[in-house]
């Protein structure tokens, strides 16, 4: 099982530490369009508009400044960095021995700046959204999706893909072909604060699980005793199952 998450906006920071080493981040092969990303993201932060150009409000001029200090910066394991409500309910630090190795397995979240990474990885802080059409590179989600392509079919498996982005990281990655049939929409009705927590419960529930299901079936009667379910077949062929979610 493959679980993509999608990055918060808010980061954690770390005053001292390591810094980054974009070798030991997950696919290495990522290393060049990574870099290329980081480059153009620091001349832009050091721009004028900067934060018109990344989407931002102009207070938040400490963490645009932070985006020039990438290879600088103390670096926080992802499942320390990322925070915020879907974070806050996934709570990597309530699980288990077990249920933690399967996190650091079946997690991974797909990021503006690093493309992809797993929650074991070691990353600088930074502010980026895969929404802005970075100058230097143009629009992310189309930059990344040729680099995905290339990466992400290998750490499938055979398993369920499980998606809990939102629709602008869909846009970087979409399962293709023969994996498009494992592939699973998790959708919250009402507010995004709530789809938010309840993606974060879902993802946590399904490492806490050994159960590894890989029929899109199968996922409802794992979820079903902590959530009301309800999936839908895919719309046409290429298109995901489609998986509501509410907390029971």
């Given at each position: 099982?493959?679980?993509?998450?999608?990055?918060?906006?808010?980061?954690?920071?770390?005053?001292?530490?390591?810094?980054?080493r974009p070798e030991s981040i997950f696919a290495p092969s990522l290393g060049a369009p990574r870099a290329r990303v980081a480059d153009a993201l620091a001349i832009t932060s050091e721009r004028p508009d900067a934060a018109s150009v990344l989407g931002v409000s102009a207070n938040l001029s400490q963490e645009i400044a932070r985006n020039t200090r990438l290879?600088?910066?103390?670096?926080?394991?992802?499942?320390?960095?990322?925070?915020?409500?879907?974070?806050?309910?996934?709570?990597?630090?309530?699980?288990?021995?077990?249920?933690?190795?399967?996190?650091?397995?079946?997690?991974?979240?797909?990021?503006?700046?690093?493309?992809?990474?797993?929650?074991?990885?070691?990353?600088?802080?930074?502010?980026?959204?895969?929404?802005?059409?970075?100058?230097?590179?143009?629009?992310?989600?189309?930059?990344?999706?040729?680099?995905?392509?290339?990466?992400?079919?290998?750490?499938?498996?055979?398993?369920?893909?499980?998606?809990?982005?939102?629709?602008?990281?869909?846009?970087?990655?979409?399962?293709?072909?023969?994996?498009?049939?494992?592939?699973?929409?998790?959708?919250?009705?009402?507010?995004?604060?709530?789809?938010?927590?309840?993606?974060?419960?879902?993802?946590?529930?399904?490492?806490?699980?050994?159960?590894?299901?890989?029929?899109?079936?199968?996922?409802?009667?794992?979820?079903?005793?902590?959530?009301?379910?309800?999936?839908?077949?895919?719309?046409?062929?290429?298109?995901?199952?489609?998986?509501?979610?509410?907390?029971?």
């Amino acid at each position: 099982m493959l679980i993509l998450l999608p990055p918060s906006e808010s980061k954690a920071t770390r005053a001292r530490g390591l810094t980054l080493r974009p070798e030991s981040i997950f696919a290495p092969s990522l290393g060049a369009p990574r870099a290329r990303v980081a480059d153009a993201l620091a001349i832009t932060s050091e721009r004028p508009d900067a934060a018109s150009v990344l989407g931002v409000s102009a207070n938040l001029s400490q963490e645009i400044a932070r985006n020039t200090r990438l290879r600088s910066a103390a670096t926080l394991a992802a499942r320390d960095l990322y925070t915020g409500v879907l974070y806050d309910a996934l709570d990597l630090s309530s699980l288990d021995p077990a249920s933690s190795r399967r996190a650091n397995r079946r997690l991974l979240v797909v990021s503006a700046l690093y493309g992809a990474v797993r929650m074991s990885d070691r990353l600088s802080p930074y502010r980026l959204s895969m929404a802005v059409n970075l100058p230097g590179v143009g629009p992310l989600a189309t930059f990344w999706r040729p680099h995905l392509e290339s990466v992400l079919p290998g750490a499938v498996g055979q398993g369920l893909i499980v998606d809990c982005r939102s629709s602008t990281y869909v846009a970087a990655w979409m399962p293709q072909d023969e994996m498009a049939k494992r592939w699973v929409s998790v959708r919250v009705p009402g507010a995004t604060h709530m789809a938010k927590h309840t993606r974060g419960l879902v993802a946590q529930a399904l490492c806490r699980a050994a159960a590894d299901p890989r029929r899109a079936e199968a996922l409802v009667a794992l979820l079903a005793p902590d959530f009301d379910v309800e999936l839908h077949a895919p719309e046409r062929s290429g298109r995901p199952w489609v998986l509501d979610v509410q907390p029971a």
